[in-house]
């Protein structure tokens, strides 16, 4: 069963914007959420995380200023707003969410019980 669905991906020029979506089927009983991505025969890196308690979020020092990860609890869902893209930003994204007991735990960037299946980002120069 996918309980995350990803969205809002595409192809964009470099300084373009886009906002990629992730539903959350079971949104209230996980209370960190992410954003990772990753290339072909790469590693896969996290880009954000947020903790729904409070809302606290970390993100990786190539994407500050440039993006940012948000929730909105009346629809169930995240977002990843990215500003200023870049080429070296092209990868497919994928949101996942778990349960942890704090936000030290969750910025960890670990045991992400549900994952997406990722939307492709493809910025041109």
């Known amino acids: 069963q996918v309980h995350l669905v990803e969205s809002g991906g595409g192809s964009v020029q470099a300084g373009g914007s886009l906002r990629l979506s992730c539903a959350n089927s079971?949104?209230?009983?996980?209370?960190?959420m992410a954003w990772f991505r990753q290339d072909p025969g790469k590693e896969r890196e996290g880009v954000a995380v947020?903790?729904?308690?409070?809302?606290?979020?970390a993100y990786i020092d190539s994407v500050k200023g440039r993006i940012t990860i948000s929730l909105d609890n009346a629809k169930n869902t995240m977002y990843l707003q990215i500003n200023s893209l870049k080429p070296e930003d092209t990868s497919m994204y994928y949101c996942?969410?778990?349960?942890?007991?704090?936000?030290?735990?969750?910025?960890?960037?670990?045991?992400?019980?549900?994952w997406g299946q990722g939307t492709q980002v493809t910025v041109s120069s």
């Open positions: 947020i903790y729904r308690s409070g809302g606290r979020t």
């Open positions: 079971v949104y209230w009983t996980t209370n960190c």
């Open positions: 996942a969410a778990g349960a942890v007991a704090s936000s030290a735990a969750c910025n960890t960037g670990a045991g992400f019980r549900f």
